[in-house]
């Protein structure tokens, strides 16, 4: 299994309170992305980060930030939470990203459940 | 029009069936087209991977792909309980893998029944 550990796995907060969301890989792989996945429209885009400091919004990055420091990490912020926000959040990583050429493969982490209320 | 349509399911099959899952897509500038399976409450990983019209097969696993018709399927052959899980179909216009460009389907939940 690739070396990827999203923290918190679950966490249950209150609209309007600031939330972050955190993922380390061990793999030393360059990409790394947020995507949520909700029930009837699977797995949408946040942010992505192409290198330390080098990060780029998806499909669905309003009311989301990025921050990458160091190769291993991947912090997804939400400054002020929304009951819309509710969702599953995964991590995924890949050696190679866009046209770089590469397997097209994309690992994913276990998943980061948030509920807010 | 979505740009990969996906039937949710559930789709429910005794086991030893041939299970045929399915995407059509609406860019005819995809060329590399991947399905992911995820079990409950785990990340989605790689099963197939594909590249322009074919089939490609791996084990119990067969991936076709007819560009012409811009419609992709998974089949199952000999399904077990432990393929229960969802099957997310990904496409993209780009060799390199990553996300960009990605497009995935919503997924189909697919149960085996022993």
């Known amino acids: 299994d690739a070396g990827i550990t999203q923290s918190p796995r679950h966490k249950v907060t209150e609209t309007g309170t600031p939330v972050t969301l955190r993922c380390h890989q061990t793999?030393?792989?360059?990409?790394m992305y947020w995507y949520r996945q909700d029930p009837g429209h699977g797995l949408r885009l946040i942010h992505y980060?192409?290198?330390?400091?080098?990060?780029d919004k998806g499909e669905v990055s309003d009311g989301y930030s990025v921050s990458r420091s160091k190769t291993e990490d991947f912090l997804l912020t939400l400054e002020s939470a929304t009951s819309s926000q509710t969702s599953v959040y995964f991590c995924?990583?890949?050696?190679?990203?866009?046209?770089?050429?590469?397997?097209?493969?994309?690992?994913f982490g276990e998943g980061s459940r948030l509920t807010v209320l | 029009q979505k740009e990969v349509e996906q039937d949710p399911g559930p789709l429910s099959v005794p086991e030893g069936a041939i299970v045929s899952l399915n995407c059509t897509y609406s860019?005819?500038?995809?060329?590399?087209f991947m399905w992911y399976r995820q079990y409950s409450r785990k990340g989605p990983e790689l099963l197939m991977y594909?590249?322009?019209?074919g089939n490609k097969e791996d084990g119990r696993f067969t991936a076709q792909v007819d560009k012409s018709s811009k419609y992709i399927s998974l089949f199952i052959r000999d399904s077990q309980p432990s393929d229960s899980a969802t099957y997310l179909c990904?496409?993209?216009?780009?060799?390199?893998?990553?996300?960009?460009?990605?497009?995935f389907g919503k997924g189909t939940h697919l149960i085996i029944q022993p």
């Open positions: 594909t590249y322009s019209s």
């Open positions: 793999e030393n792989h360059r990409y």
């Open positions: 995924a990583i890949s050696e190679n990203g866009g046209r770089a050429g590469g397997t097209g493969e994309l690992f």
């Open positions: 980060s192409y290198g330390v400091k080098d990060t």
């Open positions: 860019n005819s500038a995809f060329q590399y």
């Open positions: 990904a496409m993209s216009m780009y060799s390199g893998g990553g996300a960009d460009g990605l497009t």
